[in-house]
């Protein structure tokens, strides 16, 4: 069975997100999608960060089709041993060239291409603008 990662955020998930969790699924047998904890998103995004709480963002991830699994993160130790599992990993276009979490520990990294328009910071920034 070929296992499949993606990892993120997911804090409000858009059409972008959707795109890239198909593309993965695509790719293999089972899809596991690593999302960071509340904290890590504050640190990493800001004090007004997660919109959605991580049992939110499980849940509705849970419930998607391409979806299998979803894990939550809390550390990057926590992150490179889910990626330890798994046969293939898919980042956005946008880390190519970047170092990655993991990366040392895994065969394969494949690049999503990052759809134009779609980006959660800018959808807030959207929402809050209106």
Same mark, same amino acid.
């Given at each position: 069975m070929k296992q *499949?990662?993606?990892? @993120?955020?997911?804090? *409000?998930?858009h059409s972008g997100h959707l795109a890239l969790l198909n593309y993965a699924r695509s790719l293999g047998d089972y899809l596991i999608v690593a999302i960071d904890s509340d904290r890590r998103v504050k640190e990493l995004k800001g004090a007004d960060r997660p919109v959605?709480?991580? &049992?939110?963002?499980?849940?509705?991830?849970?419930?998607?089709?391409?979806?299998d699994e979803v894990r939550i993160?809390?550390?990057?130790?926590?992150?490179v041993d889910i *990626? &330890?599992?798994?046969? *293939?990993?898919?980042? @956005?276009s946008d880390?190519? @060239?970047r170092p990655i979490v993991g990366q040392h520990v895994i065969s394969d990294?494949?690049?999503?291409?990052?759809i134009h328009g779609f980006s959660?910071?800018?959808k807030i920034q959207h929402i809050a603008n209106r």
């Open positions: *499949i990662i993606v990892n @993120g955020t997911f804090d *409000i998930v959605n709480t991580q &049992a939110e963002r499980q849940e509705l991830l849970s419930n998607l089709r391409s979806v993160f809390d550390s990057d130790q926590e992150l *990626i &330890a599992e798994c046969d *293939i990993m898919v980042k @956005g880390y190519r @060239g990294i494949v690049f999503f291409e990052r959660t910071t800018e």
